[in-house]
T-cell receptor, first 111, second 114 residues
């Protein structure tokens, strides 16, 4: 079952914050976040496991709400380099089920 | 930093023709994936290899698509015959293991079927 990402697109000015959500109707075991710039390969950001773990990567952090089966990606003090499409990939079992990616959230950071 | 290599970068073919894509994963990565990404969508898994064995090919259209990883290293994805709906980005990725390890993607092959 494909996770649902929201919003579909967001436009920010440099220095502003953004939140991207990823929700699933299935019980999740892990959530993976990737960023893809136009014409480039997706790049790994972080993996979160069930248990409400929160992780950080520079000024980008994420949380996993097991009760809501939702993960949120937080981008603080956005930089121009943050522009791209963010995908979440979800897995319902530890290692036996494939990642299913959402449709992505396009983030544009303007000067 | 080691990268996943893919070729060709772009491919234009006429429908009903055969096409092939090649992928060389990061050295030591036992797991290799082929994804298809339609413009504006997330990657969709076509086939997953663990060494030379297929682990998951449930979404691979087997009447026209085939994939192999003969020596458990590089891999080839073939489409024969190509259809207009096959136009997409074909991404190869590799990882050390499965489940909780990051995927490392190649730059992909952009296929256009005319």
């Amino acid at each position: 079952q494909q996770p649902v990402q929201s919003p579909q697109a967001v436009i920010l000015r440099e220095g502003e914050d953004a939140v991207i959500n990823c929700s699933s109707s299935k019980a999740l075991y892990s959530v993976h976040w990737y960023r893809q710039k136009h014409g480039e390969a997706p790049v790994f950001l972080m993996i979160l496991l069930k248990g409400g773990e929160q992780k950080g990567h520079e000024k980008i952090s994420a949380s996993f709400n097991e009760k809501k089966q939702q993960s949120s990606l937080y981008l603080t003090a956005s930089q121009l380099s943050y522009s791209g499409t963010y995908f979440c990939g979800t897995a319902s079992q530890g290692g036996s089920e494939k990642l299913v990616f959402g449709k992505g959230t396009k983030l544009t950071v303007n000067p | 930093e080691a990268e996943v290599a893919q070729s060709p970068r772009y491919k234009i073919t006429e429908k009903s023709q055969a096409v092939a894509f090649w992928c060389d994963p990061i050295s030591g990565h036992a797991t290799l994936y082929w994804y298809r990404q339609i413009l504006g969508q997330g990657p969709e898994l076509l086939v997953q290899f663990q060494d030379e064995s297929v682990v998951d090919d449930s979404q691979l259209p087997k009447d026209r698509f085939s994939a192999e990883r003969l020596k458990g290293v590089d891999s080839t994805l073939k489409i024969q015959p190509a259809e207009l709906g096959d136009s997409a980005m074909y991404l190869c990725a590799s990882s050390l293991g499965v489940g909780l390890t990051p995927l490392h993607f190649g730059n992909g092959t952009r296929l256009t079927v005319t």
